[in-house]
């Protein structure tokens, strides 16, 4: 069985087009009919990488090594052998391991007490007082607030989330508005 697509699953290879060297990108789509669940994904030297193991709207879940990585549809091109990642297999399950560090780099660092600062670092966004399923709960000026585990990072500060204060705010009084109206 697959390990949890969770921190992985926020990893987009949105991007594998920096993965990819010119010539991968001039490749054609993978056709849609060739993105179903239990076809084998190959790299875009044919070497097989993985298989598919969901698809939703635009986005194609692939198991590798045991582990699984989420992009967009478009990163997957139409190869001899069938789907294909833009990159070679050695990048992507680089970029699978460097992710797995992060996670755990999160992980360790996520704990009650710790302060959580924005993306910038500039400010404090709140500090972790008990870590959940779903994520961690902050205590912020605007209250109380559960926070998946997706959303944090490590910087060079310490813990810290994917946002600037700003739009940090604005999300936590969007979140309590919906949940006073809904």
Not at 28 to 42: D, F, H, N, Q, T
Not at 138 to 165: C, H, Q, W, Y
């Amino acid at each position: 069985m697959p390990k949890s697509f969770g921190p992985l699953a926020a990893l987009f290879l949105a991007s594998a087009t920096p993965l990819a060297g010119p010539a991968a990108q001039a490749q054609e789509p993978a056709p849609a009919a060739s993105l179903v669940v239990g076809a084998k994904v190959y790299d875009q030297n044919g070497e097989e990488v993985g298989q598919i193991a969901k698809v939703s709207g635009d986005r194609v879940a692939v198991s590798i090594d045991g582990n699984g990585l989420v992009v967009p549809k478009n990163a997957i091109v139409k190869s001899a052998k069938g789907p294909a990642l833009k990159a070679p297999k050695q990048k992507i399950v680089a970029v699978l391991r460097q992710a797995e560090a992060d996670a755990a780099a999160v992980d360790g660092a996520l704990k009650p007490g710790a302060e959580v600062r924005s993306a910038d670092g500039a400010a404090v966004l709140g500090k972790v007082t008990a870590i959940a399923p779903q994520g961690a709960v902050l205590a912020t000026s605007e209250g109380n607030i559960t926070m998946p585990r997706a959303a944090f990072f490590l910087s060079a500060r310490g813990l810290a989330m994917k946002v600037d204060e700003k739009q940090f705010l604005a999300g936590v009084r969007a979140a309590r508005a919906q949940k006073k109206g809904g």
